[in-house]
Nanobody, 129 residues
């Protein structure tokens, strides 16, 4: 089992910033650098959508086109944690944000939900206008 726990969500005004964290642990969790990590979000009444992903080494990052320039994904393999820095937040960013882990050897695209084997419960981000 691999457990992913998100934190850092909350209520923020439009134009503000938040940094989400996702910590990984578990009985069968080996080492953090065995996993690519991703962030997804789901707004009320909408399907879950890709936000950002980071290669196991941290050498490559991927973003939804609409979020480039405002969101930044990073990871600290020593702390088993992945981060999502969100700047200039907009009301349409309101959603439940979930992190996910994909095994390092997976050959699927990191912007696809089906690539990921492990998911966190999510953290609510609400942006007021």
């Amino acid at each position: 089992q691999v457990q992913l726990v998100e934190s850092g969500g909350g209520l923020v005004q439009a134009g503000g910033s938040l940094r989400l964290s996702c910590s990984a642990s578990g009985r069968t969790f080996s080492t953090f650098y065995n996993y690519h990590m991703g962030w997804f979000r789901q707004a009320p009444g909408k399907e879950r959508e890709f936000v950002a992903a980071i290669h196991w080494s941290g050498s490559q990052t991927y973003y939804a086109d609409s979020l480039k320039g405002r969101f930044t994904i990073s990871r600290d393999n020593a702390k088993n944690t992945v981060y999502l820095q969100m700047n200039n937040l907009k009301p349409e960013d309101t959603a439940v944000y979930s992190c996910a882990a994909a095994n390092r050897g997976v050959g699927l695209s990191l912007n696809s939900e089906r690539t990921y084997s492990y998911w966190g419960q999510g953290t609510q981000v609400t942006v007021s206008s």
